[in-house]
Nanobody
Framework: VQLQASGGGLVQAGGSLRLSCAAS????????MGWFRQAPGKEREFVAA?????GYADSVKGRFTISRDNAINTVYLQMNSLKPEDTAVYYCAASKAYGSVGYNTYDYDYWGQGTLVTVSS
């Protein structure tokens, strides 16, 4: 599976962005899809994931929405009410273990290249 993330950019605090992640392969619907982010000097952290259920990090609940379109092998992350602390490189990831979402990087088998989100204050 190859993952291609896009949609990052520079936005003011309070603004919105939508990230997209296009996946190759014919079994996209069988994967748990997740978004992680990594800020400078920090470890990569879970943001959201969608499988049979949907999970969010506490820091983004109520502001971010993950969704997927299996017809076009794409997962999205709608980010609203952005804060400067949301600034990071955002990565999409795929897990072969379809079912409940995974919250750790080791739960995922494939990773995209990352897209930078910068939120100015």
């Amino acid at each position: 599976v190859q993952l291609q993330a896009s949609g990052g950019g520079l936005v003011q605090a309070g603004g919105s962005l939508r990230l997209s992640c296009a996946a190759s392969g014919r079994t996209f619907s069988n994967y748990v899809m997740g978004w992680f982010r990594q800020a400078p000097g920090k470890e990569r952290e879970f943001v959201a994931a969608v499988g049979r259920s949907i999970g969010y990090a506490d820091s983004v609940k109520g502001r971010f929405t993950i969704s997927r379109d299996n017809a076009i092998n794409t997962v999205y992350l709608q980010m609203n009410s952005l804060k400067p602390e949301d600034t990071a490189v955002y990565y999409c990831a795929a897990s072969k273990a379809y079912g409940s979402v995974g919250y750790n990087t080791y739960d995922y088998d494939y990773w995209g290249q990352g897209t930078l989100v910068t939120v100015s204050s």
